[in-house]
C-alpha cells in the first residue's frame, strides 16, 4: 500500500465532524495498513499519530493518549532497530511529546514531564537539531509546571525557551506570554507569604488586607 494515499484517505475521513465516527474509520485504515505493511513501523507510527491528533483536537483524550501510546510503542521498535539513525531519534521525539501534550491536557503532569524531559535528551544526543525543537520542549515542560502552580521552575524552563527563540514571531510571543504567567504565579506566592507574615505580626492589618486582594485578582488571572 502506498502510505501518501492512505494519508489521503486519512485526511478524507477526518472531514467528518463526528469524532468517534472519524476515530473508528481511521482505525479501520490503520489495521488494514497494519496487515499490508507488518514492517513498515515508521508509516503505522505515523497513521498513529495522526489520529492521536483528531483525537486530541476533538477532545477525546483518553483516546488520543491511546493512540499516542501505540505511536510510541512502534517508534520504540524502529529506535531499536536503528539506534543511531537522526530521523528515528527525532521520530521518537515527536512521538514523546505527543503523548506528553495528551497527559497536559489530561492533568497528568509526572508522566507529561517525564516524557517531555525525555524529548529533550534525545535531542541533545543529535547535532544540528533546530532550536525551535528545544524551545518547544522547554517552552511544554513550562506549562506543565504552570498546570503544577509551580511558578519558580516553570520561569527557569520559560526563561531557557526564550533565550533559545529568535527572531519576534508567533514562537518567541508564545514564550512571553507562558513567562508572564509564571510571573504572576510566583509573585502570588510571594503575597500569599508576606500576608501570613503580616498577620504574624498583629499590627500590620492593612498590609495583610492588600496582600490578601492582590493575591485574590491574581489567582483570577491563572
Known sequence: MDIKEVIAQVDKICE???GEKVAA?????????EDAEPMDYMGQC???NEL??????RGLEDLGVTAFSKGLELAKKLSENAPDDKNVKLNLATCMN????SYRLKNEPVKALELFDSALALYSEMDD?????????YNNMGLVFLQMKDGEDAKQCLETSMSIVEGEGYAKATSLMNLALAYILSAEKLLDDAKVLFDEDGE???LAENC??????LKKII
Open 16 to 18: 467528518s465532524p463526528d
Open 25 to 33: 474509520e481511521v482505525r479501520e485504515v490503520i489495521k488494514s495498513y
Open 46 to 48: 505515523f497513521l498513529y
Open 52 to 57: 492521536g491528533s483528531v483525537l486530541r483536537h
Open 98 to 101: 505527543n503523548l506528553a501534550g
Open 129 to 137: 537539531v533546530p532550536d525551535n525543537m528545544y524551545a518547544s520542549g
Open 204 to 206: 500590620c492589618d492593612n
Open 212 to 217: 490578601k486582594r492582590i493575591s485574590d485578582h
